[in-house]
């Protein structure tokens, strides 16, 4: 089975500006989760989508934004960026099918996409 | 809330061992662990349940000690491929809806 897949791989904006990040889940997993990593804060959760409803959502302003369509490819939206936004932003798909991901669940990366806000 | 990992970083010869160590001051669920190399995605390594459970995969195995909080993850007789960065996730009982990461162990493996 194909990974995880995530475009663009790099990107570069200006503050204020809004960006869009596309995420394809392995064939078959309905769930995907987003997370933010900073050199300084690490991996942090961003929100996780499963079957087109957000099931959980981390700490991060509504400035971040995602949604999931019918075949289970998420897109994850950062509005309005700031410095701060710039990071490497992983997504990472599961087999999981019976509720709010949980500690039995693999989760599979994909390559991330690199985000650079000037 | 962040898990707490140690070492920050470590330098080893090929063949060396080596131990990190995780730790919550919350009570935990599970403990996952993945290693991730430069430029490349966290690569899942293995998930430990339950309190005093240990697992092993090659010359890489971890513990869990639910008791204490806290998860070690054992490498054996290093090889130059183990090199990356190592990152505990953790689940918390009653929040097992996300997991929270630690800031990672950072592994170089010389020849």
């Known amino acids: 089975k194909a990974g995880v897949t995530q475009t663009p791989r790099y990107l570069i904006k200006t503050r204020g500006q809004q960006v869009t990040l596309s995420c394809s889940p392995i064939?078959?997993?309905?769930?995907v989760s987003w997370y933010q990593q900073t050199p300084g804060q690490g991996l942090q959760f961003l929100f996780e989508?499963?079957?087109?409803?957000?099931?959980n959502k981390g700490n991060f302003p509504g400035r971040f934004s995602g949604r999931q369509f019918s075949n289970s490819r998420s897109e994850m939206n950062v509005s309005t960026l700031e410095l701060g936004d710039s990071a490497l932003y992983l997504c990472a798909s599961s087999s999981n099918t019976s509720g709010p991901l949980r500690g039995t669940d693999t989760q599979y990366f994909g390559p991330g996409t690199r985000l650079t806000v000037l | 809330q962040q898990p707490v990992q140690s070492p920050q970083a470590v330098i080893l010869r090929e063949g060396e061992d080596a131990v990190i160590n995780c730790s919550s001051s919350k009570a935990l669920y599970s403990v996952h662990w993945y290693r991730q190399k430069h430029g490349e995605a966290p690569v899942f390594l293995m998930i430990?349940?339950?309190?005093?459970e240990q697992k092993g995969h090659d010359k890489i195995s971890a513990s869990f000690n639910e008791k204490k909080q806290q998860s070690s993850l054992y490498l054996t007789a290093s090889q130059l491929s183990y090199s990356g960065t190592y990152f505990c996730g953790t689940e918390r009982f009653g929040y097992g809806q996300n997991f929270v990461f630690g800031p990672g162990t950072r592994l170089s493996v010389l020849p």
């Open positions: 430990l349940l339950k309190g005093g």
């Open positions: 989508y499963f079957s087109e409803t957000q099931r």
């Open positions: 064939s078959g997993h309905r769930s």
